[in-house]
C-alpha cells in the first residue's frame, strides 16, 4: 500500500516478476507507475507492506533524479552507477597497491579479478563510450560533467547505464524518448536479446511489441496480462465485449421487470 500527498495510490497491490521476464508497466498518469520502480529500486522506502528481492539480483535502473551527483564526470558516474563495479574496482586498486600481500589478500584479489572479469567490466568503459557516441554524444559531453547535460541526453545516457550493467533485474521510465529511429532500432534490438528480467514504462508501441507481459496499474492494484501489448489490447477487446454484453443483458432484464411490475399494478 501507498500513499503520496495524501492520494492513495495502490491497495493491496500484488505482483511476481520472474526470471527473464520482460514487463511493460502501463496506467494512466498519476496511477503511480514511476513511483512503483522507485519502491523495487529502494529509492522510495515509504511503504506499507514487502519488497522482496532475491539476494542473487543484480539490479540497475534509470535515475529521474540527479542532483547529489551533478558534478560527476559522465563516464564516472555511468561506471559508479553499474552494479558491483565501484566495490570490486576499489578493491582490486587497494589490493594491487599492497607490497606483500598476505595469502588471504590474493584470495580475495583473485576472487575480485575473476567478478570483475565474469560482469564483463574490463571493456566496459570502451564500450560505454562507443554507444554514447553512438547517439550522439560528442567527445566533450562524454568526458565532461553530468550537469552539462540536458535532460534528454541525461535520459539517453541512463539508457547506455542500463544496457552496459550486466544486471539481471532492470529498471527503466520511457527509454526511446529522445531516440532517433536508429537509435530506438538498436535499443529495442538489445531489449530483444537481453537475458534478464525488465520492467518498462513506455508508451512506445514498438518497445511494447517486444516484451512478454503487461502489468497495468489499474484502481489502486496491479492487473497482469500474458503477452505484448496486442495480446493485451486483444484480451482487453474480449474483456470489454463481455462487459457491454452483460450491461445489455442488465438492461433487458430491466425492461422486463418494469412490465411485471406495470402488469401487476394493473392487475
Same mark, same amino acid.
Given at each position: 500500500?501507498?500513499?503520496m500527498? %495524501? ?6 497491490? +500484488?505482483? $511476481?516478476?520472474? =526470471?527473464?521476464?520482460?514487463? %511493460?508497466?502501463?496506467?494512466r498518469? /498519476?496511477? /503511480? ?6 519502491? &523495487?529500486? %529502494?529509492?522510495?522506502? =515509504?511503504?506499507? !507492506?514487502?519488497? +522482496?528481492?532475491?539476494d542473487?539480483?543484480? *539490479? ?7 542532483? +547529489? ?9 555511468? $561506471? ?11 578493491? $582490486?586498486?587497494? *589490493? ?21 572479469? &565474469? *560482469? ?26 553530468? *550537469?552539462?547535460?540536458?535532460? !534528454? @541526453? ?7 547505464? &542500463? ?27 538489445? $531489449?530483444?536479446?537481453y537475458? /534478464? ?6 508508451? =512506445?508501441? +514498438? ?6 507481459n ?12 500474458? /503477452?505484448?501489448? =496486442? ?11 463481455? %462487459? ?6 442488465? @438492461? ?8 411485471? &411490475? ?6
Open positions: 500500500e501507498k500513499s500527498g %495524501g492520494k492513495l495510490l495502490y491497495k493491496d497491490l +500484488d505482483l $511476481l516478476i520472474n =526470471d527473464g521476464q520482460k514487463v %511493460g508497466l502501463i496506467g498518469n /498519476g496511477t /503511480g507507475k514511476t513511483t512503483l520502480l522507485n519502491l &523495487i529500486s %529502494g529509492l522510495d522506502k =515509504d511503504y506499507d !507492506g514487502e519488497i +522482496d528481492i532475491s542473487k539480483t543484480r *539490479l540497475a535502473f534509470t535515475r529521474q533524479e540527479h542532483s +547529489d551527483v551533478k558534478s560527476m564526470q559522465l563516464l564516472q558516474y555511468i $561506471l559508479e552507477d553499474l552494479p558491483e563495479y565501484k566495490d570490486l574496482k576499489k578493491k $582490486l586498486d587497494n *589490493l594491487s597497491n599492497i607490497p606483500e600481500p598476505s595469502t588471504k589478500q590474493l584470495e580475495s584479489y583473485s576472487n575480485a579479478l575473476e567478478r570483475f572479469n &565474469i *560482469l564483463g567490466y574490463f571493456d566496459v568503459e570502451e564500450k560505454i563510450k562507443e554507444d554514447l557516441r553512438r547517439l550522439q554524444f560528442s567527445e566533450e559531453l562524454i568526458n565532461g560533467q553530468l *550537469l552539462s547535460l540536458s535532460g !534528454g @541526453q541525461k535520459r539517453l545516457a541512463e539508457v547506455v547505464k &542500463i544496457m552496459n550493467s550486466s544486471a539481471n533485474l532492470v529498471l527503466m521510465d520511457e527509454p526511446t524518448n529522445h531516440m532517433d529511429f536508429v537509435a530506438k532500432e538498436w535499443f529495442i534490438e538489445w $531489449l530483444n536479446n537475458k /534478464g528480467s525488465v520492467i518498462v514504462i513506455t508508451h =512506445d508501441r +514498438d518497445v511494447l511489441s517486444v516484451v512478454n503487461i502489468i497495468e496499474i489499474k484502481d489502486l492494484t496491479a492487473h497482469n496480462f500474458v /503477452g505484448n501489448y =496486442d495480446a493485451y489490447l486483444k484480451q482487453n477487446a474480449v474483456s470489454a465485449s463481455s %462487459g457491454a454484453a452483460d450491461y445489455e443483458n442488465a @438492461q433487458k432484464r430491466m425492461e422486463r421487470l418494469k412490465v411485471q &411490475i406495470n402488469q401487476a399494478i394493473v392487475r
